[in-house]
């Protein structure tokens, strides 16, 4: 398969009042043609930037872009194609409607003047299909303001298709719709993409989009990418704390590594020895990370002798409709467990929270990270884990 789009070793730093910020740093990566690939990550990672300077809407300090083999930025700095006549439709998270224009007139806009004007006739041909592939047929005169929040999100991406870029870029396209549009648009922008085959670049700091959008995940953290890879792969296999935290519900557990070998690693926790996959590279009595998904967790009334469990008393039940979520005390820590609802389990419980040991993801220890907001700025911070009695 093809590479559609090339990004090496790009950089991005800004001036500041204190001083220089590296928003991107050195980050690379390959999207393979027809691929949904996502750049996932907190405020402030970077990730945005980054599809910025892919767009040409944010000018690289450093590195190399291409886009279907056109070298849109050159590593020696020679080279630069401006944002007009790079192979590209975007979608923003405003939208960016022209509100003194029709729906036909707002996708017109691309292809009807500058450089990229067609003849009128083929910009009504193309205008009409790319309102058919997203479901606005008949809509071409209705004042643009007069769209809902669902129709505005699919002109944008109708406006973004209509020059047939040879990729589609996507930065928080839904963060503005409620959670049922945002649902139902999740489906369609998952038919559309895969129908037309375009490759696609998308932007979130939601992970059930990134999970249920992507082919492949970039998790992005301080202007640098952590982890890359499948949906299932990010979320199964996490490779750090911050991913675990980051991608879905999890339970973190820190302990002493007492053995590492023949496939099983021991870790010694306060609620007890747990039984984690071998990870090399890891050594006898170092701080390490235990990662179990509340998803994977049995509870049981009585342990067997080769369960790997701990000890611990259910504090509260949350009826989740399909499921129970479970939160148990286990030696001043709350874990979390989902579990059936007609399980017959009760509060004050004394319960065993049992899982497999490929279940149990053994990690390096690393600081909790905390992402702090204020007003409008977002910033990330790296804290020391707080105690297990604190809320």
């Not at 038919?191 to 932007?203: A, P, Q, S, W």
């Not at 302990?255 to 890891?282: F, M």
Request: overall charge negative; hydrophobic content about 40%; aromatic content about 4%.
């Amino acid at each position: 398969m093809a590479t559609a789009v090339r990004v090496t070793n790009l950089i991005k730093r800004y001036s500041t009042d204190e001083g220089a910020v590296n928003a991107v740093r050195e980050v690379s990566f390959n999207v393979e043609e027809g691929e949904f690939f996502t750049l996932l990550g907190p405020s402030g990672c970077g990730k945005s930037t980054t599809l910025r300077c892919i767009a040409g809407l944010e000018k690289a300090d450093g590195g190399e872009i291409a886009i279907d083999d056109m070298v849109v930025v050159s590593a020696d700095g020679n080279g630069y194609v401006p944002a007009h006549q790079r192979p590209i439709g975007m979608v923003f998270q405003s939208y960016a409607i022209w509100p003194h224009m029709n729906v036909f007139d707002n996708v017109a806009f691309p292809i009807s003047r500058g450089k990229g004007k067609l003849p009128k006739a083929q910009v009504h041909d193309r205008v009409l299909e790319a309102l058919s592939l997203v479901r606005l047929d008949g809509l071409e005169n209705r004042p643009a303001p007069q769209l809902s929040g669902g129709q505005q999100q699919r002109l944008a991406l109708a406006r973004a298709l209509v020059r047939q870029p040879k990729a589609l870029l996507l930065d928080e396209p839904l963060s503005n719709l409620d959670a049922k549009l945002r649902d139902e648009m999740r489906v369609e922008l998952k038919t559309l993409t895969e129908r037309l085959n375009i490759t696609t670049l998308f932007v979130t700091h939601d992970q059930l989009e990134a999970l249920t959008l992507s082919d492949q995940i970039a998790v992005m953290r301080d202007g640098e990418i952590v982890q890359l890879g499948s949906p299932r792969e990010i979320y199964s296999t996490p490779v750090s704390r911050f991913t675990a935290e980051f991608i879905g519900t999890t339970n973190l557990l820190e302990g002493t590594l007492i053995s590492n070998s023949k496939g099983i690693a021991k870790v010694k926790t306060p609620q007890g020895e747990i039984r984690c996959t071998e990870v090399p590279g890891l050594n006898e009595n170092d701080r390490v990370s235990i990662a179990i998904r509340p998803a994977n967790i049995v509870v049981k009334s009585r342990k067997n002798a080769q369960d790997n469990g701990i000890k611990g008393k259910i504090e509260t039940m949350v009826f989740l409709g399909d499921s129970l979520d479970c939160r148990v005390e286990a030696e001043g820590e709350l874990i979390r467990a989902f579990v059936h609802p007609n399980q017959g389990l009760n509060r004050g419980d004394e319960v065993w929270l049992v899982a497999e040991p490929s279940d149990c993801k053994l990690l390096p220890y690393e600081a909790k990270f905390i992402e702090e907001t204020s007003g409008s700025a977002a910033a990330s911070t790296i804290t020391q884990a707080p105690p297990a009695s604190a809320g």
